[in-house]
C-alpha cells in the first residue's frame, strides 16, 4: 500500500479514535461540569454535538474549496494540528461553556474527513472510487473499535484522561502527515477560490444542479440523520436501559466498529463487484432498518449487542452514495463535491442529536407519556423507510 493511502487510512482511523475516545465518558463528564440527571445530560451532549456540526456545516464548503485551489495537503495539516488543539482545551474544560467554547473551534476545522475523502477521489480511477471510499469506511471502522474500547478503560482512570490520549493521538498524525502526504492536486485540475462557490448554499447549487444530485443528497442527508442516533444516543440509551457503565459502552462500540471496518474494507467490493452500487445502497438501509426497529423495543443487553453487528452490515449503503455522486463529478470539484458531502453530513449532525437526544428524554424524563428508551431508533427506522422511497423513485425517474 502506498504511504500516501496509509496515511489517509490513518488520518480517519485517528480521527474515528477520537471521537469514541471520549464517546463512552461523555454523560459522566457533563454531570460532573454542570451536574443534573442523565436526561439533562443528553440534552447537553445534543447541544455540544449540534454546535460542533453548526460549525462543520458552515465552514466545509470552505475547506473544500480552499483544498481545491491550494491542496490537500496544507488544508489537511492545518486541520490535524488544529484538531490536537481543540481535544487539549476539551481535557482542561472546568465548566460546559468551556467545552461548549471547545466544540465551536473544533467544529470550524474539523475538516479531515471531506478533505481525506477528496484525496481518495485523486487517487482513484472513476470505477474505484466507492470500493476506495469504502477503505476509507474501513478506516474509520477500525479508530471506532480501538478508540471506544479505550475510552472505556481510560475512563477508568478519569473523564479527561481519553482528552489527552485524542489530542497526542492527533499531534501524532499530524507529524506523520508532515512526512509523507504528497500534493494530488495539480495545475490542470487546480481551481480558483471564490466566496461564491465557497458558502453552504452556493456550494449546494453549484452541486446540486448536476443531474440526478439533488434526490441522492437529499438521501445523504435523511441517511446521515438517521444513523447519528448511535453517537448521539447510545451512551445514554444503554446506561438507561442496561445499566452499563463507561467501560462496558466502550465495548459495545468496539464490537460496531469491528464489524463496519470488516463491511467497509471486504464486504463492500464483493457487494458492487456483484451487485452494483444501487444494490448496496438498498440493501445497506433495509438492515439497518431491521437493526433500528430491533433497538426500539429490546431490553436486553445481550440482544442488543447482537444487532450492533448486524447494524454494522448496512455500513455498504453511505460508501456506494459516494460513488454515485464522485462519478458524476468532474475532477476539479471532487473537493467541492466532498465539502458538500461533508455539509450535508454536518447539517444531520446540527439535526440528529438535538431531535434523539429530545425523543430521548421525553421517553424516559419525569412525565413521560410512555417509558420507552428505544425511542429514537424508532423515529431513525421511518427515516430510513422515506430515504430508501426517495432513493427508489429517483432511480425510477433516471434516464
Given amino acids: 500500500m502506498r504511504l500516501p493511502v496509509l496515511f ?8 474515528a479514535m477520537g471521537i469514541g475516545l471520549i464517546m463512552p465518558i461523555m454523560p459522566d463528564l457533563i454531570r460532573e461540569v454542570h451536574g443534573g440527571d442523565l436526561a439533562n445530560a443528553a440534552i447537553w451532549g445534543g447541544v455540544l454535538s449540534t454546535v460542533f456540526a453548526v460549525m462543520q456545516f458552515l465552514f466545509s464548503p470552505v475547506v473544500g474549496n480552499l483544498s481545491d485551489r491550494f491542496g490537500r495537503r496544507p488544508v489537511l495539516l492545518v486541520s490535524l494540528a488544529a484538531m490536537a488543539l481543540d481535544y487539549l482545551v476539551m481535557a482542561l474544560a472546568g465548566s460546559i461553556w468551556l ?7 473544533g467544529g ?11 484525496y481518495m477521489a485523486d487517487l482513484s480511477e472513476p470505477h474505484e472510487k466507492a470500493a476506495n471510499f469504502g477503505l476509507v469506511g474501513a478506516g474509520f471502522g477500525i479508530g471506532f473499535v480501538l478508540g471506544p474500547l479505550v475510552g472505556g478503560l481510560l475512563g477508568e482512570w478519569g473523564t479527561r484522561a481519553p482528552f489527552h490520549a485524542a489530542a497526542a493521538l492527533s499531534a501524532l498524525n499530524f507529524v ?72 462496558m459502552i466502550g465495548l459495545s462500540l468496539g ?54 453487528p448486524l447494524s454494522a452490515l448496512g455500513a455498504v449503503a453511505a460508501p456506494a452514495l459516494q460513488g454515485i455522486m464522485a462519478r458524476r463529478v468532474s475532477d476539479d470539484a471532487q473537493g467541492e463535491l466532498q465539502g458538500v458531502l461533508n455539509s450535508v453530513h454536518a447539517l444531520s449532525m446540527i ?43 429517483s432511480e425510477a425517474d433516471a434516464p
Fill in 99 to 105: 467545552l461548549l467554547a471547545g466544540r465551536i473551534v
Fill in 351 to 393: 439535526v440528529s442529536p438535538l431531535l434523539m437526544a429530545w425523543v430521548f428524554a421525553a421517553f424516559t424524563g419525569n412525565g413521560a407519556p410512555v417509558y420507552l428508551p428505544g425511542a429514537p431508533f424508532l423515529v431513525a427506522l421511518v427515516l430510513l423507510v422515506l430515504g430508501l422511497v426517495i432513493f427508489l423513485r
Fill in 8 to 15: 489517509i487510512l490513518v488520518t480517519v482511523m485517528l480521527d
Fill in 255 to 308: 464490537l460496531f466498529g469491528i464489524a463496519m471496518a470488516l463491511v467497509q474494507g471486504g464486504l463492500i467490493r464483493v457487494v458492487l463487484r456483484h451487485f452494483g452500487e444501487r444494490f448496496a445502497v438498498i440493501w445497506g438501509q433495509v438492515i439497518d432498518g431491521v437493526a433500528m426497529a430491533g433497538l426500539t423495543v429490546i431490553t436486553s443487553g445481550t440482544l442488543a449487542l447482537i444487532l450492533t
Fill in 108 to 118: 470550524v476545522t474539523a475538516a479531515t474527513h471531506a478533505t481525506a475523502n477528496a
Fill in 176 to 247: 506523520f502527515g508532515l512526512l509523507v502526504m504528497g500534493e494530488t492536486v495539480t495545475d490542470r485540475t487546480r481551481r480558483a477560490f471564490t466566496w461564491a462557490r465557497a458558502n453552504p448554499s452556493g456550494s449546494f447549487r453549484a452541486v446540486a444542479r448536476l443531474p440526478g444530485l439533488k434526490p441522492l443528497l437529499a438521501v445523504y442527508f435523511i441517511y446521515s440523520v438517521a444513523l447519528y442516533v448511535y453517537p448521539a444516543i447510545w451512551a445514554y440509551f444503554t446506561q438507561e436501559r442496561f445499566g452499563w457503565g463507561a467501560q
